[in-house]
């Protein structure tokens, strides 16, 4: 027998000043504790009605009127006895309330996370829609929101189950060859190639985790490249307001701007750098220094060159980058007639022979002209002024193509880094299976799948330990 769980408050409700303010119970102790603070509520009320009432201090005293609700376990978020008053909502008045229901033995407070940790404990709702709980409460773009939804309707759980499934399956075959060899003769025959599918489902989901962190906290874009292009005007078209400074006199920025965007739901932080240059001064070197740290840390680089620089240049400058993505634009495209500055704005493009040992006004074309055999030509370079907006709105669609790809945002599969974590120790464990499928016996195979749905079980949490659910649930607010 476990000890029947204590019964646990805490606001539902920012501690703010606003329209209502939420008091939430959930125990074997919440109706009657909750019909203390509420006598008018019939002693037995109608789960789910709203019932209009009076909260009352210990003596009977009028605290406020507000709405009475009950949710009969298991029919609730908790799965256990829910009771909510829903206040006018005063942060003192909140807290008074609060502190009646816990003169009450029977309740205490409850941890970060902890009604969630109750549904997910009480069968509710899976680990991934657990999570999903605290993604949606974190989420900081319209795409964050719907993935996060997504996943609360279940969309990671299915994909985990999918694999989860079949998975046990398996096991249960081999298990069965082991102990029944004659019952269950030829359950294993197609052990290797179920192994297999399995691995690479377990490896595509695992795939997903960049895209889950670019949704859940966005990318980080910077503008890059030699002093004076434009960067920051660029910048400042991009965001849509003055942010930065803009001077003729090279190395005008000194100190990295940020600012935050959103492009088609996805969050993006945008950076406006340092330009880049040999023999800067002291203080200018130092925003030289920073430039480079965060180049190594975004998602993507947008190099500005100006109209003049080479195809030379643009390669050394894409050099500074260490292994981030670079796209390349050519700046202040309005100085230059569209006829010289090449094919990338649509125009006609001079012929690529001369291309590589003279300045490249814009872009070289991409296919045909006079190049040589085996002469790759980089791809046309978009062409942008910040100073007049066009190319920008192009730019913003490059800059999401490049980050993502095809598909939408708001319909990936929310894998965190501990997903991410669990499904390589699953598939790793799947690809020794693989191999015992040739090499070694049935024990060994069994063992080594076991093991991976051991670790695919913490995704799910059909296998997690405490410590794990603590850790999941801290970061969780208290009332979630
Ligand atoms: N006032 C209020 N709003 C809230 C919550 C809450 O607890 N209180 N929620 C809390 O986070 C979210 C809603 N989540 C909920 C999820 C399940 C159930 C529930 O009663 N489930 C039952 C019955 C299902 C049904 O009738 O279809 C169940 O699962 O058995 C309630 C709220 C968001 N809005
Ligand atoms: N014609 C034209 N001039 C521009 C454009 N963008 C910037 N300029 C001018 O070029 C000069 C430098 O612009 P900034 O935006 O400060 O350039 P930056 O790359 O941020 O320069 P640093 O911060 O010094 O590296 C200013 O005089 C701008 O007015 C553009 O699109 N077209
Ligand atoms: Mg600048």
Redesign the pocket.
């Known amino acids: 027998m476990t000890p029947p769980s204590a019964t646990i408050v805490a606001l ?1 409700t920012a501690p703010a000043a606003g329209a209502v303010g ?1 008091l ?1 119970l959930s125990g074997p102790a919440a109706l009657e504790v909750g019909r203390a603070l509420a006598p008018g509520v019939p002693q037995v009320p109608t789960p ?1 009605h709203a019932y209009l009432a009076t909260f009352v201090d210990a003596a009977g005293g009028v605290l406020d009127e507000g709405l009475f ?1 009950y ?1 009969r376990a ?4 908790t ?1 256990e006895d ?1 009771v ?1 008053l ?1 206040a006018h909502g005063s942060p003192r008045l909140l807290r008074l309330l609060l502190a009646r229901t816990l003169e009450d033995a029977r309740v205490r407070p409850a941890l970060p996370g902890e ?2 940790r109750r ?1 997910f404990l009480n069968g ?1 709702i899976d680990l991934t829609r657990a999570e999903a ?1 605290a993604d949606l409460v974190a989420a900081d773009s319209e795409a964050a929101v719907r993935a996060a939804a997504a996943g609360l309707s279940g969309a990671l759980a299915e994909r985990i189950r999918a694999l989860e499934e079949p998975l046990r399956a398996l096991h249960a075959d081999l298990e069965g060859v082991l102990n029944f060899p004659d019952e269950a003769e030829g359950a294993d025959e197609d052990a290797g190639p179920r192994v297999a599918a399995l691995r690479s489902e377990a490896d595509a989901l695992r795939a997903e985790v960049g895209r889950g962190r670019l949704v859940r906290q966005g990318a980080r874009v910077a503008l890059y490249g030699p002093v004076n292009a434009g960067k920051s005007t660029l910048f400042n078209r991009l965001v849509g307001e003055e942010r930065a400074l803009v001077d003729a006199e090279p190395g005008t920025t000194r100190d990295a701007l940020e600012a935050r965007v959103e492009w088609d739901g996805l969050g993006v932080t945008l950076y406006d750098t340092a330009g880049l240059r040999e023999a800067p001064g002291r203080v200018e070197a130092l925003g030289i220094a920073r430039t480079r740290d965060l180049l190594a840390a975004v998602d993507l680089a947008v190099l500005v060159l100006p109209p003049e620089a080479s195809v030379e240049e643009a390669a050394s400058w894409m050099r500074e980058v260490g292994a981030t993505p670079v796209l390349v634009v050519t700046g202040k495209c309005d100085a230059v007639p569209a006829t010289l500055a090449g094919a990338g704005g649509g125009g006609t493009g001079r012929a690529a022979a001369t291309a590589s040992a003279s300045p490249v006004f814009g872009t070289v074309p991409a296919t045909g002209g006079p190049a040589g055999p085996g002469a790759p030509l980089p791809p046309p370079r978009p062409r942008v002024s910040g100073l007049t907006g066009e190319g920008v709105d192009a730019l913003r669609t490059s800059v999401l193509t490049r980050l993502w790809g095809g598909g939408t945002p708001s319909a990936v599969a929310l894998v965190s880094e501990r997903h991410a974590d669990a499904l390589r120790r699953t598939a790793e464990a799947l690809g020794r299976a693989e191999e015992a499928s040739r090499v070694s016996t049935l024990e060994v195979l069994s063992g080594e799948v076991g093991l991976a749905l051991e670790a695919l079980g913490e995704v799910s949490g059909t296998s997690v330990s405490e410590a794990l659910l603590d850790t999941l649930f801290q970061r969780f607010c208290i009332g ?1």
Not at 74 to 77: E, G, I, N, R
């Open positions: 539902a939420i939430r789910r609700l949710f298991p029919q609730s978020f799965g829910v909510e829903q009604f969630t549904a509710r709980v979630k």
